[in-house]
């Protein structure tokens, strides 16, 4: 409650602390007796307000029966207490794949979460802390209840609304099998980042945004591997077409090379932030995205230039389709 968040504030950050140093960041996680903790669910306390009630009357007006149905209640709690711990006791929480994502869309994770006991956990419930992120669209997955036999994938959705690199929010996997008196639960610090590059903002297109190598040439120096034109000779690989082999130097004495042939990709596309309409740096970084998404569904080769990058610079090469549009919008997210 706001009235009383100045109070209690101090007490979680503590306890935050407590559960953080209890399990450290990590992408495998075992869930075991120092990480795993055990309370009464909401229901549960109900049910603890029952024992305090038959205990007191059981005492009060000394009545047996009332006595041995609190005795009772307390071997149903006891069992329920063992049988809740082992079911989360001794998982293993493995990440598997981050997918990159734009601002405000879902980041989605992929878990692998594993058991190895002979018997499966059921009513394992996992979804990321709704205290330390934002909420997803409608239709993502927020939270997964599965039955882990073996190994199960389980995928989870989480928003950012800033761009760069955001640290994953603790994950919960709990469960209050079999009654629903107590819950269970641990606490999992993944290690790996998540990037969020810039969400996409569509602009004007023009040429303008498009710098050719040479402004009086419709081609490209550069190419990509293909079948029409002759680009170098190279040694000759076992298992290689014995086609491509050059036989005139083979004739001559100089070893047996292969022929590798290129394609021109046509026009040099160099996608600048200069260049980009917008006066903002977000918005500049925004444009690039739109327009590097659209260049990956096209398939046209394209490069892009960030600030403080010339054409020489290592990262900016020539590329296409949507894996290096991909890692295009990588760097827009790592851009300060």
Known sequence: MP??????????????????????????????????????????????????ITFIMGVNYGNNLVLGLFFYLISIWVISLHVTFAHVSGLQVKLRDIQMAGVGE??????????????????????????QTMSVEEGASKQV????????????????????????????????????????????????????????????????????????????????????DFDTLDEYVAGESLARVSWA?????????????????????CLNYADMPAIQHEDKLSQLAYAVQK?????????????NESASSPEVQLGQGEHYAQACLLRLAKTP
């Not at 606490?187 to 996409?200: G, H, M, T």
């Not at 004739?251 to 596309?269: C, I, N, P, W, Y």
């Open 106 to 131: 879902p980041i989605w994770v992929t878990l692998e979460v594993i058991n190895d006991k002979s018997k499966p956990a059921r009513q394992i419930q996992l979804e990321f802390d709704k205290k």
């Open 145 to 228: 209840l599965a039955t882990v036999e073996g190994t199960t994938l389980v995928r989870l959705a989480v928003a950012s609304n800033q761009r760069g690199r955001f640290e994953l929010p603790r994950l919960v996997v709990s469960t209050v099998y079999p009654l629903g008196i107590m819950r269970a639960w641990s606490y999992v610090y993944l290690a790996s980042p998540a990037w969020v590059y810039p969400r996409s903002l569509p602009f004007e297109w023009t040429e303008a945004t498009r710098a050719l190598s040479d402004d009086e040439s419709d081609w490209s120096a550069y190419g990509i591997k293909g079948q029409n």
């Open 249 to 269: 130097h083979v004739a001559r004495g100089q070893g047996m090379l292969t022929k590798q042939f290129a394609d021109s990709v046509g026009q040099e596309v």
């Open 3 to 52: 009235l009383f968040s100045p109070i209690t504030r101090p007490f979680a950050s503590r306890l935050q602390r407590f559960f953080a140093n209890r399990a450290p960041h990590s992408d495998h996680t075992t869930l075991t007796l120092r990480n795993v903790y055990i309370f009464f669910s909401r229901e549960g306390m109900l049910f603890a307000l029952l024992l305090l």
């Open 295 to 307: 260049f990956g569904q096209s398939g046209e080769p394209f490069m892009m230039l960030l600030p």
